[in-house]
Nanobody, 123 residues
Framework: QVQLVESGGGLVQAGGSLRLSCAAS????????MGWFRQAPGKEREFVAAINLSGRNTVYADSVKGRFTISRDSAKNTVDLQMNSLKPEDTAVYYC????????????????WGQGTQVTVSS
């Protein structure tokens, strides 16, 4: 199975920034669209951002537009999520996922998932 490893989570104050990274094999990185989802306590998993194979097309949840940026780093075989102006409501476990499809908001179309990394934003 494809192995995805997230890193970069942590505890920050509101208004701060974090950069999450999802590492994959070169082969996996080259053939899958990538996305980020998150799940807060007591809530369902929700879409955050996605990027296609070329990196030229991205899609974001309305709640993070203008604050988060998803990107692909071919040199490191990673997909990154730069999170700025963090809010307490961004607190969640963030999951990296890979899909053999176009960049999509639909969790059911993602084939593989990472273990998750905790992001906590304090007031």
């Amino acid at each position: 199975q494809v192995q995805l490893v997230e890193s970069g989570g942590g505890l920050v104050q509101a208004g701060g920034s974090l950069r999450l990274s999802c590492a994959a094999s070169a082969r996996t990185f080259s053939i899958y669209a990538m996305g980020w989802f998150r799940q807060a306590p007591g809530k369902e998993r929700e879409f955050v951002a996605a990027i296609n194979l070329s990196g030229r097309n991205t899609v974001y949840a309305d709640s993070v537009k203008g604050r988060f940026t998803i990107s692909r780093d071919s040199a490191k075989n990673t997909v990154d999520l730069q999170m700025n102006s963090l809010k307490p409501e961004d607190t969640a476990v963030y999951y990296c996922a890979a899909a053999r499809s176009r960049a999509t908001t639909s969790w059911s179309l993602y084939n593989y998932w990472g273990q998750g990394t905790q992001v906590t934003v304090s007031s």
